[in-house]
């Protein structure tokens, strides 16, 4: 089992930076890939950015591509979504989810119904 929670969210202006961390306890962290998803009011729950156990790959929603980064610590038990020139669309509460899968595929982790674990989320809403 293990616990993720969210931090880092905020009101930020459209232009701006922001770092995003999710914090993991339990056991078996350093296997699973980690993904971030999120959600706007209204609309389903979507795929921005995964990665995998090692950090080797990662892989990213076209519509963040060149602004957002994924990136883990193993160490810590962390894992960090980097958000660059942000924009009014990408307001929507962000989840940190962990994959337990061994294969770890762009087509497995991209998969929203491939996550076994969830955090709360945290709320990002930008202004333009």
């Known amino acids: 089992q293990v616990q993720l929670v969210e931090s880092g969210g905020g009101l930020v202006q459209a232009g701006v930076s922001l770092r995003l961390s999710c914090a993991a306890s339990g056991r078996g962290f350093s296997s699973y890939a980690m993904g971030w998803f999120r959600q706007a009011p209204g609309a389903e729950r979507e795929f921005v950015a995964a990665i995998t156990w090692s950090g080797g790959s990662s892989y990213y929603a076209d519509s963040v591509k060149g602004r957002f980064t994924i990136s883990r610590d193993n160490a810590e038990n962390r894992v960090y979504l980097q958000m660059n020139s942000l924009k009014p669309e990408d307001t929507a509460v962000y989840y940190c989810?962990?994959?337990?899968?061994?294969?770890?595929?762009?087509?497995?982790?991209?998969?929203?119904?491939?996550?076994?674990?969830w955090g709360q989320g945290t709320q990002v809403t930008v202004s333009s």
């Open positions: 989810a962990a994959c337990r899968s061994p294969v770890q595929s762009s087509v497995i982790i991209t998969a929203r119904n491939n996550y076994n674990y």
